[in-house]
């Protein structure tokens, strides 16, 4: 069987990892190829995670770059459908919600090509989100969907896709977690910042609804400005929420080397120094899909800074709850965990480290 494996952007590559050392111990089955879609770029948010994840360079690169939504999705259906005619896979594997999973999903059931869609069925029914959009149109148009949850199977049963087309298979990003864990635990990267252990938070922030507006990205900055007075708080900045911080005029609150308030601003860190962060952190602050999920496998108790998530697993077995995005919210979730009143977890079903074995299984069965 000939396969494209697609990456786009930064939470792609460790979902696609798994995937691929798991074709390359069927090679008797298996021939594939990388194709990254350029999404992301910079060396920070791209190439770092290769290296780290030990990933094979990506064989083809379209390139695409920055853009508005359609800009961005139609550039990489142009380039992909290229890739397709001359590739001629029998299948294409795409992860994750971002442009790129839906560009060539699209792209290649146009083509007549099957696609498989690894972390379906998450929905946050929240239609203001980009993501929420590419969930519902990949899911709608893949023939087969590897979901994480029971939850997610649910979801797709609900909106009338056929069983066969369904498969749990639990989570990929936990199968590079549990990889990766004893590795990351023996960085060094707090320690040189002179931070112990339980004694930081960690923060992540970049969803349009949380950055975008300056009032709401305010009042999230006050209330972390607080926060920090008791715990300090480790910033690794992506990009665009860099970009509308220098836009709005809050450099104020930002300043790289040294912290401002108790807050350390860092450029996006590596998978390994970031795993290495959350792993040691009293608890993490995030907007991030992903980082939902492996609080809950690290057990660190998780406030995301949103009113809705895709991922309620989280939130009914994990350590992860939606504080929303107002200062006296958040402040209030901050409070409880430092005085202990939060709910430990437990790791889901499935979450133990093979679900890209049972992917590349259930692919290998394929007539
Ligand atoms: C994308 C995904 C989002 C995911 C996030 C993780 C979509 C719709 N969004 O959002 O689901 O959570 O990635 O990071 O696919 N930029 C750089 N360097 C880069 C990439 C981006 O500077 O390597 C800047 C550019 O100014 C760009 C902006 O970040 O305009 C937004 O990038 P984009 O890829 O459009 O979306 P993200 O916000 O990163």
């Known amino acids: 069987m000939k396969v494209i494996n697609v990456v786009g952007a930064r939470p792609n590559f460790m979902k696609m990892a ?21 999404q992301h770029y910079d060396e920070r948010m791209s190439r770092a995670f290769f290296d780290d994840l030990g990933m094979p360079k990506p064989d083809i690169d379209l390139e695409i770059g920055s853009g508005s939504h359609a800009e961005q999705t139609g550039k990489i259906m142009i380039e992909f459908e290229r890739v397709c005619r001359q590739e001629a896979p029998d299948l294409v594997v795409v992860v994750g919600d971002v442009n790129s999973t839906l ?31 590419n969930r519902l149109c990949t899911d709608v148009l893949c023939d087969y969907l590897f979901t994480t949850d029971a939850l997610a199977s649910e979801n797709l049963r609900n909106e009338g896709i056929a069983e066969g087309r369904i498969h749990f298979v639990g989570n990929v990003m936990i ?32 969803r349009p609804s949380n950055v975008d507006d300056p009032q709401v990205f305010r009042g999230i900055l006050d ?13 690794p900045i992506h990009p665009r929420t860099r970009k509308m911080a220098q836009e709005f005029g809050f450099a104020g609150y930002f300043s790289d080397g040294s912290p401002v308030r108790n807050i350390w601003l860092t450029e996006p860190l590596g998978y390994l ?15 991030s899909g992903g980082l939902q999920e ?28 939606l504080a929303g995005n107002q200062p006296s919210e958040i402040l209030d979730a901050a409070k409880r965990v430092l ?19 049972r992917i590349v299984e259930a692919l290998a069965a394929l007539p």
């Open 18 to 38: 798994p995937i691929i050392e798991a074709m390359d111990a069927r090679r008797d089955h298996f021939r594939h190829v990388l194709v990254h879609t350029g």
């Open 103 to 133: 560009a060539c999903t699209v792209t290649a059931k146009k083509l007549g090509i099957r696609v498989a869609h690894v972390e379906a069925g998450l929905r946050s029914r929240d239609m203001s989100m980009p993501e929420e959009i």
């Open 175 to 206: 199968d590079t977690l549990m990889k990766h864990r004893a590795l990351a635990e023996r960085r060094e990267l707090i320690g040189s910042w002179g931070l112990r252990p339980g004694e930081y938070a960690t923060l992540t922030l970049h």
């Open 223 to 235: 209330a972390l400005a607080e926060i920090a007075r008791d715990l300090p708080i480790v910033f």
């Open 273 to 287: 120094d970031f795993l290495h962060l959350n792993m040691n952190a009293r608890l993490v602050l995030t907007d």
């Open 294 to 321: 492996e609080t809950t496998v690290l057990g660190v108790p998780c406030i995301t800074l949103r009113h809705n998530t895709e991922r309620p697993i989280t939130c009914m077995q994990g350590t992860n709850q």
């Open 339 to 357: 005085r202990g009143d939060w709910q430990g977890g437990r790791i889901p079903e499935k979450w133990d480290g093979r679900a890209a074995e």
